[in-house]
């Protein structure tokens, strides 16, 4: 006995599967994007435009499992595309930030006003990095000074790639919050 076939999604269907999954899929990328409405609707329009492109390849048995699988590697897309945008933006976007800039480029500031002495730079730098252990420090300088990857930090600690992945990131997020108490934001691209 032959297996029964399949049948591709008809343009008909195509209606009645937006009809029937998108408050599913919009719930879901909701939860994923951690209850951002913005991104689950970016999220889902995806889902939707590329079930569009590619509807006469699915078969209908499938369909669910298929947009669900979609919407959770286009949030990990939505996710890696904020990231980038936001570490090439950085303050630039937000107006009261002294970074701000009407073009989104760096602006052109007075150095007065805008750098502290480099004497003040370096020591309050000093002082944040002398705040970390020795395994911290360590750690900064691999990731940050001589750039090693996560791999690479992983194969020279003899640790998981998650766990290398993990103290860079507890780092990252000693050092913010370090910066932020020295009232000296400008340190923030000067360390990480």
């Excluded at 937000?94 to 760096?106: G, I, L, Q, T, V």
């Excluded at 910066?179 to 990480?192: E, G, N, Q, Y």
Aim: glycine residues 2%; contains cysteine.
């Amino acid at each position: 006995m032959r297996p029964e076939k399949k049948e591709p999604i008809s343009d008909l269907d195509l209606n009645d599967i937006i009809d029937d999954y998108y408050d599913s899929i919009w719930s879901y990328s909701l939860f994923l994007s951690g209850h951002n409405p913005d991104a689950a609707e970016e999220i889902t329009q995806e889902v939707f435009l590329c079930l569009i492109e590619k509807w006469h390849v699915i078969k209908k048995e499938n369909v669910g499992g298929w947009l669900f699988g979609v919407a959770r590697r286009k949030f990990y897309e939505y996710i890696k595309a904020e990231k980038k945008e936001k570490k090439h933006l950085l303050y630039y976007d937000d107006p009261d930030s002294p970074f701000f800039s009407d073009k989104n480029e760096a602006a052109i500031f007075d150095d007065e006003y805008f750098c502290p002495d480099e004497s003040v730079i370096d020591e309050a730098k000093k002082k944040i990095l002398d705040s970390l252990s020795d395994d911290e420090r360590n750690m900064f300088n691999q990731y940050f000074e001589k750039k090693m990857t996560y791999n690479e930090i992983m194969k020279e600690l003899g640790i998981t790639y998650y766990s290398a992945k993990m103290r860079v990131f507890r780092l990252r997020k000693k050092i913010i919050n370090a910066v932020k108490s020295t009232d000296l934001s400008v340190l923030l691209f000067m360390l990480i």
